[in-house]
């Protein structure tokens, strides 16, 4: 005899490490992270972005379809950002509240379909607000820039260090804006 299948379900409990200059990665599934909400799975789940580890391969990780409203020409910011009218999004519920030290993104694979630029915003809000007012497409309101826009490139982990957020508040959600679509592998939340 044997298990073919075993499946649990629910929601991971974090343990805290046993060092306090041990990095922890707030969104990750590991820590009890969940995406809430998202625009678009047309390839790949965004829950896929908060496994552990680096993706196996593009559908490892959260990959959107082409966006219909791009403009025939694309301009760039002096920055080299495209200037773009929409976006797409996912949100997540922090598996534990903290203060973000540095956040990675991870095109890993994404060779031709990596989004020219992400936008990362935290909210400090209990679950109810989240359910009821997060997703609410009106909600920007509620949402501050964590990391402001910064520029991507394919198949690569970006690291952006506490020099380069915009916020340093305690936070419970994340929300990922990409732009203006496309894939990204991994992203991390990191605290000390």
């Known amino acids: 005899g044997g298990v073919a299948r075993l499946r649990a379900y629910g929601v991971a409990v974090p343990s805290l490490p046993d060092s306090e200059y041990t990095l ?13 909400g998202y625009s678009d799975a047309h390839y790949g789940h965004p829950r896929n972005m908060i496994k552990s580890g680096r993706g196996k391969d593009m559908g ?3 990959e959107t379809a082409r966006r219909l409203d791009r403009p025939p020409i694309l301009l760039a910011d002096k920055e080299g950002i495209l200037k773009v009218p929409g976006s797409e999004w996912a949100a997540f519920k922090l598996g534990l509240p903290g203060f973000v030290r540095a956040v990675e993104v991870d095109t890993n694979h994404f060779k031709g379909n990596y989004p ?52 340093t508040d305690r936070i419970t959600h994340i929300r990922v804006r990409m732009f203006p679509d496309g894939g990204i592998s991994r992203i991390g939340i990191l605290e000390r």
């Open 24 to 36: 922890l990665d707030l969104v990750s599934a590991n820590m009890g992270g969940v995406c809430i």
């Open 60 to 62: 490892d990780g959260w």
């Open 116 to 167: 020219d630029s992400v936008i990362i915003e935290a909210a400090n809000v209990d679950d109810e607000t989240a359910k009821n007012i997060l997703l609410d497409p009106n909600s920007a309101d509620k949402w501050k820039v964590l990391l402001p826009a910064s520029k991507l490139s394919a198949h690569k982990q970006h690291y952006f260090p506490m020099e380069k957020l915009a916020c």
